[in-house]
């Protein structure tokens, strides 16, 4: 995986500040209702997944401004709520664990905590294979396929690290494009969609399409 690539691809389109700050500032603006959430979120879920898609096809141009993305983004958000439904069921063992050894003493219970890091740390390439074949094979019922995503990244470390780690990378600029009064974090919305979006094709590639 390439972090260089995934955070300069979104400015790859000549229209980027256009693309990338209506669709931030308009879906988050939105989402200052509560119905609003219910469209400002999907639709720039589903922008992502286009884009996705069209870097999966070897393009480079950020989807148009529009709200023709939230039928995309609600099968993106069904998709990962099944495997995060999932996922927090794999936490429970953590839990008990956790709370038993709280009983015998409380300082025990830090015990658990780097296995609860670790357990995170590990579903962020798998959510990453599981949103693959949400974006590209357009499976709304990816979610339920944790125990291959799981077995997908075992057998691809190196991938699934550089994964790891371009995530973070990516949520930090975004993050810290927030920083820039008002219109900062709504186009640092959009960049981490986009970014995310080459990170996901990226790994996705890594993995052979897997």
Do not use: H
């Amino acid at each position: 995986m390439d972090i260089g690539a995934v955070i300069k691809g979104p400015f790859e389109d000549q229209d980027w500040v256009k693309k990338m700050l209506l669709m931030g500032v308009v879906n988050v603006l939105i989402c200052i209702t509560i119905i609003g959430i219910f469209v400002g979120v999907p639709n720039l879920v589903g922008w992502g997944k286009a884009y996705a898609q069209e870097r999966a096809r070897g393009g480079s141009t950020l989807p148009e401004f529009g709200f023709s993305y939230i039928g995309d983004g609600y099968k993106v958000i069904v998709g990962m709520f099944i495997f995060g439904l999932i996922a927090v069921l794999g936490m429970i063992p953590i839990f008990i664990l956790s709370f038993v050894l709280a009983k015998i003493a409380e300082p025990l219970a830090l015990i658990a905590l780097p296995l609860q890091l670790v357990y995170v740390l590990v579903l962020m390439p798998v959510g990453g294979v599981i949103m693959g074949r949400i974006y590209i094979d357009d499976d709304m019922m990816a979610g339920t396929g944790i125990v291959s995503a799981i077995m997908t990244v075992k057998d691809n470390i190196g991938p699934s690290m550089m994964y790891l780690v371009t995530m973070l990378v990516v949520g930090l600029i975004g993050g810290a494009m927030g920083i820039v009064p008002l219109i900062g974090g709504m186009f640092g919305a959009a960049f981490q969609a986009a970014a995310g979006a080459i990170a996901v094709v990226q790994f996705r590639n890594a993995l052979g399409g897997r």
